[in-house]
């Protein structure tokens, strides 16, 4: 499966200027609800990210992923694997938590997804989540990931469906090529 070109078709690979969460600008951005949205898209991804887990010889208890975007893909993923599907919240504090209706059990082992990982910090809150309750990360998977370089994250393997690098900007260093664009917040 081409991921690139499964976005391309369903319209959610845009060009222009857009503010991402991270607080740097960019000329690309993938809107992954667009494709997600789309039950068959969401379910061949979701087969996709679960055989890749299963080649590198997981084996999750559940998958998480970070509200809200990252909830259609942990469901995805996790009912591929035939897990539970779990998703964590923003705190209020600049973190994330995981409600108590989850039950993780001490040292249950978890994936947790992303649809796509720039800096990788959402995913990283959600981990942290779970942590807190007790379960124990083997890795990461997302979609695409946008990082320059693909290297583990957090000190956690990333599986990736794609690799696509553009670069981002701090606000303060957009080239003027890009800075003559509106800016578009996502």
Known sequence: MDVLDLYRSAGALHEGRFLLASGRHSPMFLQSTTVLQHPHLAERIGRAMAEKVRAEGLTPAFVIGPAMGGVTLAYEVARHLGVRALFAEKDGAGGMRVREAFDIARGEPFLAVEDVV???????????????????????????????????????????LAHLYFETYAPDDVPAWLAERPLQEI
């Open 118 to 160: 720039t800096t990788g910090g959402s995913v990283l809150k959600a981990v942290d989540a779970a942590r807190k309750r007790g379960g124990t990360p083997l890795a990461v998977a997302c979609i695409v990931d946008r990082r320059q370089t693909p290297a583990p994250l957090g000190g956690l393997p990333l599986l990736s």
